[in-house]
């Protein structure tokens, strides 16, 4: 199973919500350039830094955590100069502040504008800025094994000048089960498999050919301590797929997979319950979405859900898996009154009316 490549949370202090935006439905897509036909099996990698490296920022997060706030770690690609960042839906999924170091430029708040949980891509941006480098995006339809890259982003969360690996792409079109060690996972499709090194926080980052353009945006690796550890294998989201996902976002068109603005928020994070978690906790379900925290405060602590509880219906629909139940959560807007049914841990049903609000996840 690959792994996300994120650092480890820290203790943090409060913060407030990260604001959304509705994109403008002017917008103007954004296209990918014609990749480089220079893939001689050689890289400038001064040259090739040089380009690429100012285009690339620190994003820096207040999440929210089981037992209050913590703080990760992530890069981005800046793809417009007034300051949209491509980015890892996992560097900014559950933030509750976003920051972004910009090399030579500081550091600017950040909120979200759209993200896509399915294919692991946000898009934020950066608020009043303008005249910012941007990075160079190419088709990435015509990316082959053997291809030179350079793997660029902000390894182990530690700021500063990015950190650059060296190798080639050795298979395309990879399917993966990436996971943030908590429990979820996802799959994702149509990944770019490399040999040059990654580690936590070189999520969002680029993946870049011989001619200093992007091909990829590093998202897993395969570590088994993938919090501390460096992986010699890594998977990035092609950038055809990612430019999908922007696009769309830019242009307003929310679906089932892609989220734009603000969303409902219950209040709970929760697992994908199986035989084995049935067993320790002596639930009478084995499979849904089981709840494992829940937020003081929260539409969810105010309804009643505790936890150990299983969520099976959100509004009539019913609720498998946590990947069900976050698209669910996130179709109904803050302030929306939605239907909620869940087993607690005893067995007893309940159905109650929630309104949502704001918040951080789920």
């Known amino acids: ?37 220079s893939q001689n099996g050689t890289i400038n990698v001064q040259a090739v830094t040089a380009k690429v490296a100012p285009a690339i920022v620190d994003i820096n997060t207040v999440v929210q955590t089981t037992t209050g706030t913590g703080s990760a ?39 979200v504008i759209g993200v896509s949980p399915t294919a ?16 160079t995006i190419a088709d990435s339809s015509g990316v082959k094994v053997g291809d030179p890259v350079l793997a660029i982003g902000n390894a182990l969360g530690q700021g500063g000048a990015p950190t650059v690996t060296q190798g080639q792409v050795t298979a395309t079109d990879q399917t993966i089960t990436a996971s943030e060690g908590n429990g979820h996972s996802e799959t994702l499709n149509g990944m770019i498999q490399s040999d040059a090194t990654i580690s936590p926080g070189d999520s969002g980052g680029a993946l870049v050919n011989s001619a200093g353009q992007v091909i990829g945006m590093i998202t897993a690796g395969e570590a ?7 992986s010699p294998i890594g998977y990035a989201v092609s950038t055809n797929n990612a430019l999908a996902v922007v696009n769309q976002v830019r242009s307003g068109q929310a679906t089932a997979d892609v989220i734009i603005g603000a969303v409902g928020y ?14 320790q906790y002596n639930l009478s379900l084995t499979s849904g979405a089981l709840v494992w925290t829940v937020q003081a405060g929260s539409p969810a602590e105010q309804a009643g859900i505790t936890k150990l509880s299983v969520i ?51």
């Open 73 to 111: 770690a992530g890069t981005g690609m800046i793809i417009t100069s007034s300051g949209e960042v491509l980015t890892n839906n996992h560097v900014v999924d559950g933030s509750i502040s976003i920051s972004v170091v910009v090399s030579g430029k500081g550091t600017y708040t950040a909120h």
């Open 224 to 230: 088994t301590s993938f919090r501390t550890s460096s």
């Open 120 to 135: 692991d891509v946000a898009l934020i941006q950066l608020e009043g800025a303008s005249g910012l480098p941007t990075v």
């Open 1 to 37: 199973m690959a792994r996300y490549l994120h650092p480890s949370t820290h203790a943090a202090q409060t913060a407030t919500l990260p604001k959304t935006t509705e994109p403008s439905s002017a917008t103007a897509p954004i296209s990918a350039a014609t990749p480089s036909t």
């Open 266 to 279: 219950l209040g709970v994070s929760v697992r994908d319950l199986d035989p084995q978690l049935a067993a």
């Open 312 to 362: 099976t219906k959100v509004g009539g629909a019913s609720i498998a898996s946590t990947d069900a139940l976050g698209k669910a959560i996130h179709s109904y807007k803050p302030g929306a009154s939605v239907s909620v049914t869940w087993i607690d841990q005893g067995g007893s049903s309940h159905t109650k009316s929630v309104t949502l609000t704001t918040g951080p996840n789920i």
